[in-house]
Each structure stands twice: as structure tokens, then as C-alpha cells.
């Protein structure tokens, strides 16, 4: 039965109306009797009383409130950390979800066959309008071409392996797979923002078996807290996060963006933070220097951050004539 083997993980943080509404998609779905446990990250609005609310509603609810609010990445680990079931996934409190074509999830969840199932496809449709399940179907002679092993899957999908697996919500994970080493380099990445990021790793280490589900169950909406991020600060965070893929075709997949190459987005990414006055830049681009030295190595490694370098002297009157140029062609 599902509800035995599954538990669903919500971490959340002063959003009360939007872990109402995802509750509420919860409450009518086939997986209201599994274990649904919230982590309120010590939430200073009204999310102790939608907890309540749903206390009454929920057969088998778990609230667990932090007493100190430990950083969102911190919270997200210990959904993992402390989950029991057979398999974990860890939602958003804030996506919009689609449990109406679910039979195939729950069958793949109770077969225990599977060490990884991926439920939806963040970035999907690509650049040519194909779904990731088109692409699965388009480069798989499988009759099943929906269950793949991870070596299978990261030569089939390449960058977008990487990419919609940092979508949390992408993924249910087999429980005792997410071992001691698992978390030590979670905790240890914290503050690069996927605290996941180790899960995926593994995944590739020992090849896990694996399912796409046949529709997406998830459709991701805007982060309401996006405004905070510093971009050229998160592009660092993405490519440094790729130096725990070891094997290096692996790794230079893990690397790349939907827009483009590293090189690209981090020097766009750049004239942006420049434009709009981000801070501790001269610490981030040397980080960023190093990184590109360990993946690339010295020479190519050094090309990459000459380029950076001149990117950086552009003066900030210029950068901001550049980023107004791109903000009005998106407009246009």
C-alpha cells in the first residue's frame, strides 16, 4: 500500500497561504493517507494555524517545528535526514500538482523496484519543444522506455539530468539509500543551495534504477523569494556544485545551463551583479576562478578566467547599459 511505504516531506518558511493551498492539493489526492510531514522552519506568520488546520484533516500528519530557524538548505536536509519510510519525497510548499494520472507513480512506489523516480520535468519542454518523456521515448529502443538505469538516463538526457533533478520536488529517493556520506556532503554544500545535490551524485556512483513517471505530477511556479537571489552568485553556486561529479563527461553535463555554457552565463551573469551593485563580488570571482581551475584544469582553466577577469573591468556605467538593453528585448 502506498501509504505505508511512501512519506511526503514539506519544508516551509513564513508561506503560510501557499503551504495552505499546497495541503489543500494534498488533501484530495491518493496520498492523503501517507505520512505527510512539514517542517515549519520556525515561521513567524499564520503557519502554525494552517498546521493546525490540517492536523484535523490529515490521518496521519507530522508537524514539526524547528525552534530556530536554521537556514532553508538546513531544513531540507533534515526532511530527508529524518524521513522513515520506504521512500521519501521532499515537495515545495508553493508548485501546483496533477494527481489525476498517478496509477503508474503508485505502482512504481509499490513494487519496490525502483531506487529513484522522477515525477516531473523542470525546464521541459527544451529548445525544440520536446518533453523529457519525448526525449526518453526518441533515444531509448526499450519497450519501457520510461525505467532506465542512471548511466542510461544521464546519456540520454546529458545536461537536463542534472538540471531537473536540482528541482527538489523532481525526485523520490529509496530512504535507506541516503546514507552517512550523503549527508556529510550535504551539510558540508549547504551553501550552495543544493543540499541535494549529494543524492544526485550517488545516483550516478551506483547507478540507480529508475522511472519517469508518464505525465508530470508537478508544475513549478515562480519561487515568490526569487527577487533575494544574487544571480551571478547562484551561477557560482551551480558550477561549483558540479566538482562532486567525479567522472569528468558526467561532470561537464552537470556544469551546463538551459541558456548556454558556464563561460557564457557566468560573464552575462556578471555584467548583471555589476549593473545592479551586488555584493562581495571581488570574493566571488575568485571562488570562481578556483573552480574553473579544478574542472578545467590550468590552461583551459586559466582562458576561462582571463575572460572572466575582463569581464569584470568592463566599468559599471557599460554594464549597465548592457543589462538595460537585454531587460528591454525581453520586454519586447
Known amino acids: 500500500m502506498i501509504e505505508e511505504k511512501l512519506e511526503i516531506v514539506i519544508p ?22 501517507c505520512k505527510i510531514t512539514i517542517r515549519d522552519n520556525a515561521s513567524p506568520d499564520n503557519t502554525p494555524e494552517i498546521c493546525e488546520k490540517y492536523e484535523k484533516l490529515f490521518p496521519n500528519i507530522n508537524i514539526i517545528k524547528n525552534r530556530l530557524n536554521i537556514g532553508g ?3 531540507v536536509i533534515r526532511c530527508y535526514e529524518q524521513s522513515t519510510t520506504e521512500y521519501t519525497w521532499v515537495i515545495a510548499d508553493n508548485d501546483s500538482y496533477d494527481f ?25 519542454p527544451n529548445e525544440d519543444g520536446d518533453s523529457l518523456n519525448d526525449i526518453l521515448k526518441n533515444n531509448n529502443a526499450k519497450n519501457n522506455y520510461l525505467e532506465n538505469n ?10 537536463y539530468y542534472f538540471l531537473s533533478m536540482a528541482f527538489i520536488s523532481t525526485t523520490i529517493f529509496r530512504t535507506e539509500l541516503l546514507t552517512t556520506d550523503c549527508f556529510l556532503v550535504g551539510y558540508d554544500y549547504i551553501s550552495n543551495s543544493y543540499p541535494h545535490y549529494a543524492f544526485i551524485v550517488k545516483s550516478l556512483e551506483e547507478n540507480f534504477m529508475t522511472y519517469k513517471t508518464k505525465t508530470d505530477m508537478i508544475h513549478m511556479e515562480k519561487n515568490p523569494d526569487d527577487w533575494e537571489i544574487e544571480k551571478f552568485n ?12 567525479k567522472d ?3 561532470q561537464n553535463y552537470a556544469i551546463q545551463f538551459f541558456e548556454g ?5 557566468a560573464t552575462g551573469m556578471l555584467i548583471v551583479a555589476k549593473a545592479n551593485n551586488e555584493n562581495n563580488l571581488k570574493q566571488e570571482i575568485m571562488r570562481l576562478f578556483s573552480t574553473f581551475l579544478q574542472l578545467k584544469g590550468w ?12 569581464t569584470y573591468l568592463i566599468p559599471k556605467k557599460i554594464c549597465k547599459v548592457i543589462y538595460s538593453k537585454h531587460e528591454s528585448k525581453k520586454l519586447d
Not at 240 to 245: N, T
Open 12 to 33: 516551509t518558511y513564513n508561506r503560510a497561504e501557499y503551504l495552505d493551498n499546497t495541503l489543500s492539493q494534498l488533501l484530495n489526492s491518493p496520498f492523503k493517507n
Open 73 to 75: 538548505n538546513a531544513n
Open 100 to 124: 489525476k494520472n498517478c496509477d503508474d507513480f503508485i505502482e512504481a512506489i509499490e513494487s519496490e523496484k525502483y531506487d529513484m523516480i522522477l515525477c516531473c520535468s523542470p525546464g521541459f
Open 150 to 159: 542512471s548511466h542510461e538516463l544521464v546519456e540520454i538526457l546529458k545536461k
Open 234 to 245: 547562484w551561477v557560482i553556486r551551480w558550477i561549483d556544485s558540479g566538482l562532486l561529479v
Open 248 to 250: 569528468k563527461k558526467f
Open 261 to 265: 555554457s558556464p563561460l557564457k552565463i
Open 299 to 310: 590552461f583551459k582553466g586559466s582562458l576561462y578566467n582571463i575572460v572572466i577577469l575582463l
